[in-house]
């Protein structure tokens, strides 16, 4: 099976302009979160989707949304970019359904991230 | 707000010792837990997970130990070896809204 693949790898951005990540989930996989990792901070949630739709949130800005295609595929998208913005994203995906308990015992499975440098 | 913590954002042990890679978390109504390993310049990849009705998870040289009283997780590796330096994230969950802790890089000595 192929794994979680990010696009693009590697990105350069100015202060102001807008960006727009995808990934490509693990065929099967409905669920895909989002998360930003800078030094110091770890792995902070942005959000997820699953079925098309945001099921949950972060604490982050407007100016980061998402969305979900019929075929699972995401996009992450920030505007009005800012230097603080420049980090590691990271999608995760999953199965995405929780047990009937509620329990989240799925496991995500990393692509291998979009470094974003903001200057 | 910084739900799940690493308190040590780095630890070395020698070769063949055991490695104890402390979390804290603040919510209590997280119900799955789960470590991941990274490697630079790759994604993190998933080590070993415990439910919150179970106190202990073994996996080979992995085990992960949950105290729910002290909100407390930790994952000990026994005998470390090189190949084991990596960062490690801890994560907390609740219906698949996951919050990972700042990582602790681990550095095993030969």
């Known amino acids: 099976k192929a794994g979680v693949t990010q696009t693009p790898r590697y990105l350069i951005k100015t202060r102001g302009q807008q960006v727009t990540l995808s990934c490509s989930p693990i065929s099967g996989h409905r669920s895909v979160s989002w998360y930003q990792q800078t030094p110091g901070q770890g792995l902070q949630f942005l959000f997820e989707y699953f079925s098309e739709t945001q099921r949950n949130k972060g604490n982050f800005p407007g100016r980061f949304s998402g969305r979900q295609f019929s075929n699972s595929r995401s996009e992450m998208n920030v505007s009005t970019l800012e230097l603080g913005d420049s980090a590691l994203y990271l999608c995760?995906?999953?199965?995405?359904?929780?047990?009937?308990?509620?329990?989240?015992?799925?496991?995500?499975?990393f692509g291998p991230g979009t470094r974003l440098t903001v200057l | 707000d910084q739900q799940v913590k690493q308190n040590s954002p780095s630890l070395s042990v020698q070769e063949g010792r055991i490695s104890i890679l402390n979390c804290d978390y603040t919510?209590?109504?997280?119900?799955?837990f789960l470590w991941y390993k990274k490697y630079p310049a790759e994604g993190p990849t998933f080590l070993i997970s415990?439910?919150?009705?179970?106190d202990k998870n073994e996996d080979g040289r992995f085990t992960v130990f949950l105290n729910k009283s002290a909100k407390h997780l930790s994952l000990h590796i026994v005998p470390s070896q090189p190949g084991d330096s990596a960062v490690y994230f801890c994560?907390?969950?609740?219906?698949?809204?996951?919050?990972f802790g700042a990582g602790t890089r681990l550095t095993v000595k030969p």
């Open positions: 415990i439910s919150s009705i179970k």
């Open positions: 919510n209590s109504m997280f119900d799955y």
């Open positions: 994560a907390a969950s609740l219906w698949n809204d996951m919050r």
């Open positions: 995760a995906s999953s199965g995405g359904l929780a047990g009937g308990t509620g329990l989240s015992t799925d496991t995500q499975y």
